[in-house]
């Protein structure tokens, strides 16, 4: 169960769906970790493109797949996730 429920579609006020729409086009997806930020809406705008340029691949990406590959296991790990 998660610790801090996200924040659904229906229940999003229009600053939040603006911090939704900017993720899809970002990221062609809201991610679970952008609806948990959307509780603070002033962060999400700040924090949701700093994801994306960690999280985007290409010529362009902040940081190494390789390096992302790990990090998203050990986190799995921890938290006894089954990815």
């Not at 939704?20 to 705008?45: C, I, Q």
């Not at 986190?75 to 996730?81: H, L």
């Amino acid at each position: 169960m998660a610790r801090l429920p996200i924040v659904r579609d229906d229940e999003a006020t229009p600053e939040v769906r603006a911090v939704y729409d900017g993720a899809t086009g970002l990221l062609a997806f809201v991610s679970n970790l952008t609806r948990t930020f959307a509780h603070a809406p002033e962060l999400a705008k700040w924090v949701v493109p700093m994801i994306a340029a960690i999280q985007r691949g290409g010529p362009d990406s902040m940081l190494d797949p390789r390096i992302k590959e790990l990090a998203i296991i050990r986190t799995s790990t921890i938290n006894d996730c089954f990815f």
